[in-house]
Structures are given as structure tokens and as C-alpha cells.
């Protein structure tokens, strides 16, 4: 499996980064207001978006192979939370398309979002 | 065969540049949060997108011309990708993409200045120069930046040549103990749309060498290590059949040009 890469100082994304968790719940609402909830879904699903600014020529370089390597969000690779350290064995991208912005020299720009894969 | 062109300066763009890979994957998720997923190979393409700005008034006519050349989004050219490195197996000296003199003895896996051990020792065994070369299919006349790292045990002396067609620059260069990065770039002025970029020791020569890349550009960039291909893009094309170039003052033009290779 894959291993997301991280950047040349070790870490995975910069600030400002988010990561939310996704549940998934099915409320059925009777005609005397009573409820009934179950979830759909085992687990939580997490999902992380990964600002990357000022990175360098090497870095955005081996951020583009990654994600060809990946082919956009068909391939599944390893991803190490960055607010935990939590190691994530299967994720993927969240989008088929990566745009790298080359803003100037050592100024490379991109946002992923990765999610955890169910099964 | 067309070119998109470089402006006067030698170089293909300006910052900021964009650059997307795009993928197609036919994603079918279920309740659950599992999916089943089939990529779409016919669907891969990359885009740039080219801001301009400052441009002199040939700059832009050049960049005019070419996108009527094309008819717009019609026509098919090659691109010639600022962002990576030309040659393919830029760490693979023993690939068949590499010419190699036969009297040049290879070494692989030598400890490079990037930590790894990508780097390679080149021996010339032979009475005469020995070179070691790659051809890419590019324009002769444009601007080009040729890189490689190199040290050596013993005072030696490296040259790194760029030809195209007759027409040959080369610049000799002493390599020491430590690594250092050589760059020979220069303008052309030939019409082949061939290019041999290569480096020539002398008899009785070792040197190790590493990262070798050639670029369309006055400088050279980090070195990008590639492997089956390397960045020059035939059957790009314009993503828009209108050119806008606007004239912010005297001598001065902007434009933005979208280009995309469908495929890669």
C-alpha cells in the first residue's frame, strides 16, 4: 500500500488543515412525532482537506507523481492523521483533479481532500 | 511539426501557472460508505493554464500567430512542460533512451547528494572522448538549460554539450570532490526539431554524476527525476478557440492561454 508523502520537514499538511468525520443516520418520524434512528453505517467516516502553500519545486513534484500514481481517486493508499497520528491504511482521494498552482519560485499551492475508504 | 513558443527571454511561462492532472474514476458508493470504483484510462488529460503579463509587442504577436496557426482549439502541437524535466530515465543511464560510447564504463547506485543512491560513475576507458547523450524531439532553436551534479575522486574536467543538427554548444567544466551542480544553457539557432543533450569525458576520466535534466528555459529548476517519460507533450492543444491579449500600456500585454494534452 501506498503511503501518502509527507513534506520535506516531515509533516503531512500545513496550517490552516481541517478534517471532519462523517455519520450516517436514518430517522424515521411517525405520525404521533415519536422517532426511530439507526445508524447506516458502522463506523465514521473521516475526511481530511490538506492546504499546502509555499511548497518547493522537489515537493510539488513528488505530491504529482503521488497523485498519478493514485490516478485521481481510483487508487488507495495509507494516510497518517496529521491532528492524531493515527495511521489510516485505506484512503483515496476525495477528487479526480489535482491543480498544482506555481505562484513563483518555492511557492507551489495545492488542496487535497482524503478520505477513508470503507471496504 | 509545431512548437508552442517561448517568449523573448527563453522561457515558456511566467508565474503563476497552473497545472492540473485530471482523472475520471466511475465511483459507485453504497450506504455503507464502501463504494466500488472503475477508472475511466480514456479520460486522463492535463491542463495549463498560462497567465502572461508584461508582454512586449513581439512576445504577444508570437503568441498571437501560433494560437491562429492553430485555428484556436483545431489544431495539435507540442508543449514542452516547464514544470518537469525533458529527458526521460533521468536516473536510469544504463535505459536504452541514453546513447553510451562503448568504451564508457557505467557504475549504478552510487551515494547521490540528495541522500539516495541514484547517482552513477562514468569511466572513459577509450583513446578518444567518451560521451554519454540523449536525443529529445524538440526545437533547435529555442533556449535551453542542461544540468547534472557531478564530482569526482580526482581533478577532472566534464563537458556538457547540447546539439541540433550541425550545430553544437559545449562548455568544459572542472569537477572537485564535492558535488556540484554543472549548467550549460544557451540559445539555438538551429531549425532540426531534434536535440542531443549529453556529456563527454576525457580519456582516462571517472566522474560521478547525477540528476541530469534538460529544460526550455535560460536556468535550471530543482531537479525532477523521471522515469518513462519526460515532460514534452505532443498533441497538446488550445482549450479555447478565442485568444484575448489585452494592452495595459506601451509595449505592455497580458493574456492568459489554456493548453490541454489529452491523455498523457
Known amino acids: ?119 | 511539426m509545431k512548437f508552442f513558443p517561448q517568449l523573448v527571454t527563453g522561457t515558456l511561462v511566467q508565474y503563476p501557472l497552473v497545472k492540473r492532472a485530471v482523472y475520471r474514476t466511475i465511483w459507485n458508493a453504497a450506504l455503507d460508505g464502501s463504494d466500488d470504483r472503475l477508472g475511466d484510462a480514456g479520460a486522463e488529460r492535463l491542463e495549463w493554464e498560462l497567465r502572461y503579463e508584461g508582454l512586449s509587442r513581439e512576445e504577444q504577436e508570437r503568441l498571437a500567430a501560433f494560437h491562429g496557426e492553430m485555428e484556436g482549439r483545431l489544431g495539435a502541437f507540442t508543449f514542452l512542460d516547464p514544470t518537469e524535466n525533458l529527458l526521460e530515465r533521468s536516473g536510469e543511464p544504463e535505459a536504452s533512451v541514453w546513447q553510451k560510447s562503448p568504451l564508457l564504463t557505467l557504475a549504478t547506485g552510487i551515494p547521490d547528494p540528495a541522500g539516495g543512491t541514484e547517482a552513477f560513475r562514468l569511466i572513459s576507458t577509450g583513446p578518444v572522448e567518451q560521451s554519454l547523450q540523449q536525443v529529445i524531439t524538440a526545437p533547435g532553436w529555442f533556449a535551453y538549460c542542461w544540468s547534472v551534479y557531478a564530482r569526482s575522486e580526482t581533478a577532472a574536467r566534464v563537458t556538457l554539450y547540447r546539439r541540433s543538427g550541425t550545430e553544437e554548444h559545449a562548455r568544459e567544466f572542472a569537477v572537485g570532490r564535492s558535488w556540484e551542480r554543472l549548467v550549460h544553457s544557451g540559445k539555438g539557432e538551429s531549425q532540426e526539431v531534434t536535440v542531443w543533450f549529453g556529456v563527454k569525458l576525457r580519456p582516462g576520466t571517472a566522474v560521478e554524476l547525477y540528476g541530469m535534466q534538460a529544460e526550455a528555459q535560460p536556468a535550471p529548476s530543482p531537479y525532477r527525476r523521471t522515469k518513462l517519460r519526460g515532460g514534452i507533450y505532443e498533441g497538446a492543444r488550445f482549450d479555447e478557440d478565442e485568444l484575448m491579449v489585452a494592452a495595459v500600456g506601451p509595449d505592455l500585454h497580458s493574456c492568459t492561454v489554456r493548453i490541454v494534452k489529452a491523455g498523457r
Open chain 1, 1 to 119: 500500500m501506498d503511503e501518502f508523502p509527507t513534506l520535506k520537514t516531515g509533516a503531512i499538511a500545513q496550517h490552516p488543515a481541517s478534517r471532519s468525520q462523517q455519520h450516517r443516520t436514518c430517522v424515521l418520524r411517525f405520525v404521533d412525532g415519536s422517532e426511530q434512528r439507526f445508524r447506516e453505517r458502522g463506523a465514521a467516516l473521516r475526511r481530511w482537506v490538506i492546504r499546502l502553500d509555499l511548497l518547493d519545486e522537489e515537493e510539488a513534484a513528488r505530491l504529482e507523481d503521488f497523485f498519478h500514481a493514485q490516478q485521481g481517486r481510483l487508487g488507495r493508499f495509507a494516510f497518517t492523521d496529521p491532528w492524531t497520528g493515527v495511521r489510516y491504511p485505506d484512503c483515496s482521494f476525495e477528487d479526480d483533479t489535482l491543480a498544482l498552482r506555481y505562484l513563483g519560485i518555492m511557492r507551489t499551492g495545492a488542496t487535497l481532500v482524503v478520505r477513508e475508504n470503507r471496504g
